[in-house]
């Protein structure tokens, strides 16, 4: 993964999409964590959350095209 992402970041503009892309997702997880939508049984934790389903509800809500 390290590999795949430094190659990411050194195609010319994609540094800056993936800021946009982190910044907006952190809005998002922010502002749904522990809800409905995004349940978390620790909301004081950084690393005790189902990760997968996060994942999957920020590609979901994340239009990445608009970014």
Do not use: C
Not at 34 to 51: H, I, K, V
């Amino acid at each position: 993964m390290r590999q795949r992402l430094a190659h990411i970041k050194e195609t010319p503009g994609n540094e800056a999409y993936l800021r946009r892309l982190e910044d907006n997702w952190y809005e998002l997880w922010q502002k749904h964590r522990g809800s409905e939508m995004l349940p978390d049984e620790t909301p004081n934790s950084a690393s005790n959350f189902d990760l997968i389903n996060h994942i999957r509800f920020l590609r979901t809500h994340v239009d990445k095209h608009s970014l």
